[in-house]
């Protein structure tokens, strides 16, 4: 099992949807997962992708950390997936 997995969340043609990202997420297990590829605010009239809130729903229950734009990793990861949004 990976120890950190990013995964595109925002959905469209070419990225995971929020469901099908947390099915990924459930499957592989990891202690710290990092949702990318997502619309922050309002999407471009042009652009199929959205938020990471339909993830964070289908993740529900499982903790979530925002500690800003960058993330340093312990060297000792919980056994549970804690979600790590970053901004």
Known sequence: ??????????????????????????????PRAIPVQYVNGDAPASCDQGGVQPFLEAMGGTSVVNPGRSVNLPANLPDTTVITVLR
């Open 1 to 30: 099992r990976p120890d950190a997995l990013l995964i595109g969340v925002g959905g469209g043609d070419q990225l995971y949807n929020g469901e099908a990202a947390a099915a990924a997420v459930q499957q592989l297990n990891p």
